[in-house]
């Protein structure tokens, strides 16, 4: 496995797929089943570039405390930047399997597009345990791989690109094994649905613009050792181009929102 890691440049380039509008379609939705409450102490594992946070603080008000951790010192850089106005917010670094906080000390705790990059989810689940109040709010938001469709008239070629992409993940497919896993760490389930990331026409400013552009790179730098030639890469990446000019273009990929309360 050879994870994503962020310099200044790449959480800015994460930041921009954030801000577009399927994705700020998902953040309102993760915000809807959540449901946070002026006073409310929200914990956010993966902040990111920190635009759910913000939502977030926003919403408990002064009264509430919204924490958001991340491994990344350039993801935390840009948060602690969204946040800096906002008094009841901070980021801080932080990992999911080793949370630096008090027992009970949070309402609700939210984590979007982090536990597939974590090699020990059992472990990150019972630390979200320990840190929510007894009844408190858990949403959990990952993707399932398997679930993309990225058209291409080389589907085996396509399939060995993607492949190679899967190598960025702890695990590519957690979603379907999520359900029986909070279960196991005590909690109990409220509400789980899908949130599609839909093109099926090119539109650079989306989740897939952007989104493909990290997929091409990782290949880049990856791909010779997962089997893919530079020349298969060039290929590949060319195709694209031709059928975006041609308004072929189409991908489609599923998200998984689990809702929980400790119990």
Do not use: K
């Not at 196991?184 to 839909?198: N, S, V, W």
Request: aromatic residues 8%; hydrophobic residues 50%.
């Amino acid at each position: 496995m050879s994870q994503l890691t962020f310099d200044a440049a790449s959480a800015r380039a994460v930041e921009a797929i954030y801000l577009t509008p399927d994705v700020v379609a998902q953040r309102a939705r993760v915000i809807d089943l959540l449901a946070p409450f002026p006073g409310e102490r929200i914990l956010d594992v993966g902040v990111g570039p920190g635009l759910l946070a913000h939502d977030l603080a926003c919403l408990v008000g002064t009264t509430g405390r919204v924490v958001g951790l991340d491994l990344s010192p350039a993801m935390v850089e840009v948060a602690a930047t969204r946040l800096a106005e906002l008094p009841q917010a901070e980021a801080r670094l932080g990992e999911a399997t080793a949370l630096d906080l008090p027992d009970a000390s949070f309402d609700a705790t939210v984590s979007t597009q982090v536990l597939e990059y974590v090699a020990d989810v059992p472990l990150a689940l019972a630390e979200l345990h320990r840190v929510l109040r007894p009844g408190g709010r858990v949403l959990i938001l990952d993707t399932d791989w398997r679930s993309i469709v990225w058209h291409s008239d080389d589907p085996a070629r396509m399939d060995r690109a993607l492949a190679c992409w899967d190598g960025h993940l702890a695990d590519p497919h957690l979603p379907a094994r999520l359900g029986p896993m909070l279960r196991e760490a005590g909690f109990e389930a409220r509400r789980t649905e899908i949130i599609p990331m839909f093109s099926p026409r090119w539109q650079p400013v989306s989740y897939a613009g952007g989104i493909i552009r990290s997929i091409r790179r990782f290949v880049r730098n990856h791909g010779p050792a997962a089997g893919l030639t530079a020349d298969e890469q060039a290929a590949w990446w060319a195709e694209q181009e031709t059928l975006i000019a041609a308004d072929r273009f189409f991908f489609s990929v599923n998200r998984y929102a689990f809702l929980a309360s400790r119990v």
